[in-house]
């Protein structure tokens, strides 16, 4: 049958197994929206405020289920507005397709009318870029997207699709499967057999997992291989949910604001096995110094990995999944007594710190400290998916939230992208049905409070907590330490009313300042069945600690501000 | 830093050297020279690319270059088992009291003079980069007026192929 390219974009989409994509229509996508509408029924459309909001929902959504999250919109200014969304699922790893429209095929190069070269811009924050001028070759590039997209280490695919050749008509055969990703590299025997000879040798061996655990599925592995060798585990910011947090060999992040026990087990251990993960600069601080006292296991799906940021005595490439399991099988299984005991201890030197700072500090004993409020939310929030914004808030959520399964802890780690919360946690939410709750901070929300339109709209069950301190945290703590307390542009004089906000936007909101107040809010803010802003107020002066210092080590660690 | 020659079979699609050439920037590698060219098959180019790094870059840039979807194969070649050729054109001054040392310096290079004028001749020369570059050296008193490289192409010797077809 004859049918239009825009009617094959959303045929091919729904074959691939895709029921909602998130978007905004404009000039260039109008025939693709005119498909979407009269296939209203078997796709579900979600508009957002702005095209950012959009990929974002559709990075949400993809980090919640795993599935290929979709986003489409129109040319020029909306394929530009994209690109912060595609580099912040590009830095996590998040399968997302972009599909843009362009003007027609004759008037590209002419700068025509919202025409930009959006191949060109996402060429270097894409795993790979189409631009489709023959309709014959429209479907199966789509298809080739979505294998792309999923394959090996996943990642976002832009398709930028030219008015005519959406117009145009061609012949389509819907397949009856969506494609199945590129074979998959499995790690060669002997090094996994090297590896267990490595870890069968150490006597402190720790598990350093990224997100790779959660994208290769490799939890249960995981677990089984450091309860069989006795390992504690620790993880990046991208690891986080891979692991119960209650688990008792898991120690938490690690890294620059990582737990303090997890950061020196690290540093004490004498073999660190890396799963997943990249060692950002976020995660080892000075390089030269991070690796000086313990050997290195690295395995990771993405061979461009291994030795890239720190140089890896063993380095395997392959399956998380199966490699894991395979090296389990391997290892033999031990109790490490001396071990744990260091681990306990620093456990407990940890809790110590953590009591100490929550009972000291500026802030005083009625006011609202940043752990309260996870606390006091976390208590609420039942399964919900925890999204974050950017900040101080994301990583006092990192570090005190009590995840407990895979997929519940939505934020941008690599690109960390402020203004990525809304969108996210209103993708998070449609894809898995649930209730989101956004933490984010008064910078950040100032960033993707727009969404509160889509939020209101689709009535999503939507907690945002604003950890509001009238300045941009995170920065004014690095002046704090580094620059003399020069508050250059971080004290945010506004005087937004983010309660009455939330109800200029049809929402509801509450203020508070006290944990009884908050409470109080978040009693109602998860009786209702939309969206709900709780405001609340803390302290300019709170820190996040532990902190290692940018580019120091865990020598320099800062673990109280005198 | 030594030098390092990679031979990459890639899609003969548009946008491919973007892409290639775009990973070494985007990752702060320096390319010394990059030539593109087709092969036997019409649906694969091939690109040379050489850049001075150590070991461990060379791997940086071989495990980038393989993740790109349109690049089919990636192989370093071998420094001693390789013919690596580069071609010159040279524009220099035609000087009565300058010509027998160029034509000199041609014949010894196994140069040819490809273009004569009163006002100026073209050489042109096929060779190892080293050579290329001494033949430039030795032109340099006598007056060049432009001259253009094509960067190189390289070859493995014997049966190590890089396949256009997996």
Not at chain 1, 38 to 63: F, K, N, P, S, W
Not at chain 1, 408 to 434: P, R, V, Y
Request: aromatic share 6%; net charge negative; hydrophobic share 40%.
């Amino acid at each position: 049958m004859l049918i239009s390219g825009a009617k094959i974009v959303v045929e091919t989409l729904i074959e691939q197994g895709c029921s909602t994509v998130f978007g905004y229509p404009g000039g260039q996508v109008i025939n693709l929206f005119d498909e979407l509408y009269l296939c209203r029924d078997r796709i579900d459309h979600v508009l957002t405020a702005h095209e950012q909001g959009a990929a974002h929902a559709a990075d949400g959504y993809a980090r919640a289920t795993g599935k290929v999250g979709v986003v489409i919109a129109t040319s020029g200014p909306g394929a530009t507005n994209l690109v912060t969304g595609i580099a912040t699922a590009y830095l996590d790893s998040v399968p997302l397709i972009a599909i843009t429209g362009n003007v027609p095929c004759g008037l590209i190069g002419r700068d025509s009318f919202q025409e930009v070269d959006i191949v060109g811009i996402t060429m270097p924050i894409t795993k790979h870029n189409f631009i489709v001028k023959d309709i014959n070759e429209l479907a199966d590039t789509l298809r080739t997207a979505f294998k792309i997209a999923k394959s090996g280490r996943p990642g976002p695919v832009l398709v930028d699709i030219p008015k005519d050749v959406q117009v145009a008509k061609c012949e389509f055969e819907p397949k009856t499967q969506p494609v199945i990703p590129y074979p998959i590299p499995f790690a060669p025997d002997d090094k996994l057999e090297k590896a267990a000879d490595m870890i069968n040798a150490a006597e402190r061996p720790y598990i350093y997992f990224g997100g790779g655990i959660i994208s290769g599925k490799a939890s249960e592995e995981l677990i089984t291989l450091a309860e069989k060798i006795d390992a504690p585990m620790g993880c990046s910011l991208m690891g986080l949910s891979a692991v119960p947090c209650d688990h008792p060999l898991f120690l938490g992040m690690q890294g620059m604001h990582g737990h303090y026990a997890s950061s020196v087990a690290e540093d004490e251990a004498d073999l660190v096995i890396a799963l997943g993960a990249r060692f950002s600069d976020r995660a080892t601080g000075n390089k030269n110094r991070f690796s000086k006292n313990f050997r290195i296991i690295h395995i990771d799906i993405d061979g461009a990995e291994l030795h890239k940021n720190i140089s890896a005595d063993l380095a395997i490439k392959g399956d998380i999944k199966d490699s894991v399991s395979r090296l389990t099988e391997l290892v033999g299984e031990k109790k490490r007594p001396q071990w744990e005991e260091r681990i306990s201890q620093l456990r407990q030197e940890e809790l110590q710190r953590t009591e100490n700072a929550l009972r000291s500090g500026k802030a005083a004993q009625h006011q609202l400290r940043p752990y309260d409020i996870v606390d006091i939310i976390s208590a609420y929030a039942d399964d919900a998916v925890i999204a974050t914004d950017v900040g101080q808030h994301q990583m006092w959520t990192a570090q005190r939230y009590p995840l407990k399964k895979p997929r519940t802890f939505i934020t941008s780690g690599g690109l960390g992208t402020m203004g990525f919360g809304m969108g996210a946690a209103i993708g998070a939410s449609i894809a898995s049905g649930k209730r989101a709750v956004l933490f984010t901070g008064d910078g950040s929300f100032g960033m993707d409070l727009n969404e509160l339109a889509t939020a209101v709209s689709r009535n999503i069950p939507l907690v945002v907590v604003i950890f509001n301190n009238n300045s941009l945290g995170m920065v004014r703590q690095w002046q704090t330490l580094f620059f003399d307390g020069h508050y250059s542009n971080t004290v945010l004089d506004r005087s937004t009313d983010f309660v009455k906000l939330a109800e200029a936007f049809g929402a509801k909101g509450a203020r508070a300042s006290s944990k009884e107040e908050l409470e109080k809010a978040a009693a109602e803010a998860f009786a209702v069945s939309g969206p709900f802003v709780i405001d609340c107020t803390v302290d300019c002066d709170e820190f996040v600690l532990p902190m290692l210092p940018p580019g120091g080590s865990i020598d320099d660690i800062i673990t109280e501000i005198k | 830093m030594d030098q390092y020659v990679i031979g990459v079979i890639v899609s003969n699609v548009s946008g491919v050297l973007s892409r290639v050439s775009g990973m070494f920037t985007r990752r702060g590698f320096n390319i010394d020279c990059l030539t593109v060219g087709e092969t036997e098959s019409s649906g694969f180019s091939r690109i040379t690319v050489a850049f001075h790094g150590d070991d461990d870059i060379k791997e940086r840039i071989v495990q980038q270059l393989q993740k790109l979807h349109d690049v089919r194969e990636v192989e370093v070649l071998s420094r001693t088992e390789t013919v690596v050729r580069e071609l010159l054109l040279i524009k220099i001054r035609n000087k009565a009291d300058s010509r027998q040392d160029i034509m000199t310096a041609v014949e010894i290079f196994r140069s040819k003079i490809v273009d004569y004028s009163p006002t100026a001749l073209i050489c042109e020369l096929t060779g190892e980069t080293s050579k290329i570059d001494a033949f430039i050296e030795l032109l340099k008193p006598y007056g060049i007026m432009e001259m253009c490289r094509t960067g190189i192409v390289a070859i493995e010797r014997g049966d190590n192929c890089l396949k256009t077809v997996k």
